[in-house]
């Protein structure tokens, strides 16, 4: 079983800067996708950003955050979102998760099998 814990969300002024990131308990992390997604209220959860294990992939990106959010992974265990030009639409609930998708699912939840509890983030206007 895959524990997933994220950390870093709060309260930012619009165009500002926060860093999120997520750690997975599992030794056989390194084997899979991590995601972000994020749910804001009264709408459906939607995908952030995704990350391959493997070297030399390239991250993906919703087109709403192309440009202004990176992924990263910092070892076999963290996987990390830097949030710049924060806009008050980015205020949601984030969250990490990892899994197995394949090159044209990594946007969809239901392939990502583990998920994390989420963390807040407010972007004020």
């Known amino acids: 079983q895959v524990q997933l814990v994220e950390s870093g969300g709060g309260l930012v002024q619009a165009g500002g800067s926060l860093r999120l990131s997520c750690v997975a308990s599992?030794?056989?992390?390194?084997?899979?996708?991590m995601g972000w997604f994020r749910q804001a209220p009264g709408r459906e959860r939607e995908f952030v950003a995704a990350?391959?294990?493997?070297?030399?992939?390239?991250p993906y990106y919703a087109d709403s955050v192309k440009g202004r959010f990176t992924i990263s992974r910092d070892n076999a265990n963290t996987v990390n979102l830097q949030m710049n030009s924060l806009k008050s639409e980015d205020t949601a609930v984030y969250y990490c998760?990892?899994?197995?998708?394949?090159?044209?699912?990594?946007?969809?939840?239901?392939?990502?099998?583990?998920w994390g509890q989420g963390t807040q983030v407010t972007v004020s206007s």
């Open positions: 990350v391959s294990w493997t070297a030399g992939v390239t």
């Open positions: 998760a990892s899994g197995t998708p394949d090159g044209q699912s990594y946007y969809k939840q239901i392939a990502y099998d583990y």
């Open positions: 599992a030794r056989t992390f390194s084997t899979y996708m």
